[in-house]
C-alpha cells in the first residue's frame, strides 16, 4: 500500500525566505514521486518529479526536491520565495509514473510581502 | 508535454440534472485515464480507472450507477454525474497515461471541472 504525508496544512513565509514543503511516503516498492502545484480553480500543474535517477531533483521555477530513501522524505525546497509561489502544494507517489496517485493532503503556500 | 483538455471547466446544474464531463488527450493516445474528485481544502481521491474500450474500475465506495465513465476511444474519456445533488458539487480532475517502450509514461492532468449543483 502507498500513501503520502503532508506535514502542515499551512505555511507561511515572508518574501525571500527559504520555503520547505514537508512530503513522507510509505510504499511496498521504489516509488515515484511528484510534486504539484495547484492554483485556485486551476488543475495539477508538475513541479517536478522523482523516477529512481537522481536524489536531488530540480523542477520549474525554482523549486527543487531531495529524495531520502532512509528517511522516506522528498521535501520540497526553494531558496527565495515569491508572491506568485503563493498556492496549494500536493506530494504524490506512484508505483509507476502513468500509474494512479496516491496524494497527500495539501500545504497550502501564503507569501507574506 | 502532453496536454489532457479537460470539459467543461465550470458548471452549474439543478438537482436532479445529469452533467458530462469530458477529457480529452490532444496530441496522445491515452491508454489509461483516471478521474479524480477534490473536496474544498481536501486532497484529490481516486474516484475510478479507465481503460479504452473496456469497464471502468472504481474504488471502493464510489457509485458506479451515479458516476458513468465511458472511455470509448484513446482520446476520450467522460464522466457523467447523473441525478445530480448538491452533495456531488465538487472539482473533479482526470488525468491521462499512454504506453511507451514497454511502460507507463507520466500521468498528464486536465484543468478540472468545478461541479455546482443547485
Known amino acids: 500500500a502507498q500513501s503520502v504525508t503532508q506535514l502542515g496544512s499551512h505555511v507561511s513565509v515572508s518574501e525571500g525566505a527559504l520555503v520547505l514543503l514537508r512530503c513522507n511516503y510509505s510504499?511496498?516498492?521504489?516509488?515515484?514521486l511528484f510534486w504539484y502545484v495547484q492554483y485556485p480553480n486551476q488543475g495539477l500543474q508538475l513541479l517536478l518529479k522523482y523516477t529512481s535517477a537522481a536524489t536531488l531533483v530540480k523542477g520549474i521555477n525554482g523549486f527543487e526536491a531531495e529524495f531520502k530513501k532512509s528517511e522516506t522524505s522528498f521535501h520540497l525546497t526553494k531558496p527565495s520565495a515569491h508572491m506568485s509561489d503563493a498556492a496549494e502544494y500536493f506530494c504524490?507517489?506512484?508505483?509507476?509514473?502513468?500509474?494512479?496517485?496516491?496524494f497527500g493532503t495539501g500545504t497550502s503556500l501564503t507569501v507574506i510581502p | 508535454g502532453a496536454v489532457v483538455s479537460q470539459h467543461p471547466s465550470r458548471v452549474i446544474c439543478k438537482s436532479g440534472t445529469s452533467v458530462k464531463i469530458e477529457c480529452r488527450s490532444l496530441d496522445f493516445q491515452a491508454t489509461t485515464m483516471f478521474w479524480y474528485r477534490q473536496f474544498p481544502k481536501q486532497s484529490l481521491m481516486l474516484m475510478a480507472t479507465s481503460n479504452e474500450g473496456s469497464k471502468a474500475t472504481y474504488e471502493q465506495g464510489v457509485e458506479k450507477d451515479k458516476f458513468l465513465i465511458n472511455h470509448a476511444s484513446l482520446t476520450l474519456s467522460t464522466l457523467t454525474v447523473t441525478s445530480a445533488h448538491p452533495e456531488d458539487s465538487s472539482f473533479y480532475i482526470c488525468?491521462?497515461?499512454?504506453?511507451?517502450?514497454?511502460?507507463?509514461?507520466?500521468?498528464?492532468f486536465g484543468q478540472g471541472t468545478r461541479l455546482t449543483v443547485v
Open positions: 510504499s511496498s516498492v521504489p516509488p515515484y
Open positions: 488525468s491521462a497515461t499512454y504506453w511507451a517502450r514497454g511502460s507507463n509514461t507520466e500521468a498528464f
Open positions: 504524490a507517489v506512484s508505483e509507476d509514473t502513468g500509474n494512479q496517485f496516491y
